[in-house]
């Protein structure tokens, strides 16, 4: 299952360094200041053709401030952001590490700046699989984030709850549960304390902190964790508030993941009203959701009206974020086990062939989240009769799994 608190916790972990970093560059170039807010508008809106073009732009404009000039940092961050939202890794990376040298020589490897910078990374590394050195950046981050200056207003507090929530979750994903656990749960103490018991941004540790319960097989604990996250946002922001949809999608795949499909799909559908209503029909978000529709309905034998669904979501990720986006291989996958389901082997085959490709190319062909997909192929080549492939897809897909572990 998909859910959305994947790009909020990319959000949350830049945002206190580019609202720093928009402060330190008041003044200078209103214009070009004016240009990179309306970027981040359109990027946030799922927009993410014409925020790329703002970005270059504004960085093509920067480069122009000199090399130790910290906006040329904040473009290269901002745009790295964007590449890194639409699954473009290789791109990001490099950006990513530009503008951590910039901050760096500004600021000393001290900084909150070089925190945030860190931080990025560490969280472009786990999408990647990258898991050791995405807990090397983290570790930093965090470091740094402890060493900086107590003040009243606790900022340096949450800016530590925003490393603990990243690298609870990068344990969790590695199944390292009981460092997940007590880094969660301090994240969920400090915004408590800090924030209060109704903040958003407590939400969404709460997500977090849900899904870990959910590994853990505290389905009671997990449910109440979401309820009161989704209570929150309705009562802060509003039935209709984007953050609203997206625990509604991690309620109802909750709701799915316990075979229980009859709250789930009203969940589902609420959450894509709300996000069309909001982002319009074609933001990624739009598709995580419908795609996790047409596994409900897939799950319940509900085959043809799975099928557009799975289809939609393909349509709108690749429209939205690239061909080439791992998330586009994700549903690409689910289709063709949808067709294997259906009889449909030689189409089975061709979406397993390409969720393949775009996986490999995107995350590397060690990664292992290529394995799944080449054990659909491997299913769908011995019902063909081809035995001798087949086997060599599941001892590939094997090794890869066991590489992960």
């Known amino acids: 299952m998909f859910t959305m608190e994947r790009g909020r916790r990319i959000a949350a972990a830049v945002a206190a360094m580019l609202l720093l970093a928009a402060l330190e560059a008041a003044g200078q170039d209103p214009a070009w200041e004016r240009a990179l807010h309306e970027a981040n508008r359109l990027r946030g ?24 000039d910290t906006r040329l940092a904040k473009a290269l961050n901002n745009l ?31 900084n909150v700046h070089v925190a945030a910078g860190l931080n990025n990374l560490g969280e472009l590394f786990r999408r990647q699989g990258r898991f050791g050195e995405a807990e090397t950046y983290m570790l930093r981050s965090l470091a740094i984030r402890e060493k900086l200056p107590a003040s009243a207003d606790r900022s340096k507090d949450l800016l530590i709850a925003v490393s603990l929530n990243n690298l609870g979750e990068l344990y969790r994903i590695q199944g390292r549960y009981r460092e997940a656990d007590t880094l969660l749960r301090r994240c969920v ?11 958003p941004d407590l939400a969404t540790c709460l997500h977090n902190y849900a899904n870990l319960l959910q590994e853990v097989d505290e389905p009671v604990r ?27 999608n991690n309620l ?12 789930a799909e009203p969940l589902y559908l609420r959450a894509i009203r709300i996000w069309e209503k909001s982002v319009g029909p074609d933001h990624p978000n739009v598709a995580s959701v419908v795609n996790n529709l047409a596994e409900l309905y897939s799950a319940e034998g509900k085959l043809s009206e799975a099928e557009p669904l799975y289809r939609r979501a393909i349509a709108i990720a690749e429209n939205a974020l690239g061909p080439g986006h791992p998330q586009v291989a994700d549903f690409t996958q689910n289709l063709g086990t949808l067709f294997f389901r259906q009889g449909k082997l030689q ?5 397993y062939l390409r969720a393949i490709e775009i996986r490999e190319n995107s995350l590397g062909a060690r990664h292992p989240a290529v394995a799944p997909s080449l054990l659909g192929l491997a299913r769908t ?7 001798t492939e087949a086997a060599r897809s599941e001892k590939r897909a094997k090794s890869l799994l066991a590489g992960e572990r």
């Open 45 to 68: 809106a799922g927009r993410y053709p014409e925020s790329e073009r703002i970005y270059l732009a504004a960085l093509e404009q920067a480069e122009t401030f000199g090399e130790r």
């Open 80 to 110: 790295a952001a964007l590449h890194h939202e639409m699954g473009r890794y290789a791109e990001a990376e490099p950006r990513y590490r530009r503008a951590l040298a910039i901050w760096e020589r500004a600021h000393g490897s001290e």
């Open 189 to 199: 103490q400090i915004r408590e304390s800090i924030l209060g018991p109704d903040h």
């Open 222 to 248: 997990a449910e109440a964790a979401l309820r009161r996250a989704l209570a929150i946002r309705e009562r802060v922001l509003g039935g209709d508030h984007p953050y609203v949809a997206s625990t509604l």
């Open 252 to 263: 109802a795949a909750f709701y799915s993941r316990q075979q229980n499909g009859e709250p």
């Open 347 to 351: 189409g089975a085959e061709k979406l």
């Open 381 to 387: 080549q011995q019902q063909q009769g081809r035995h």
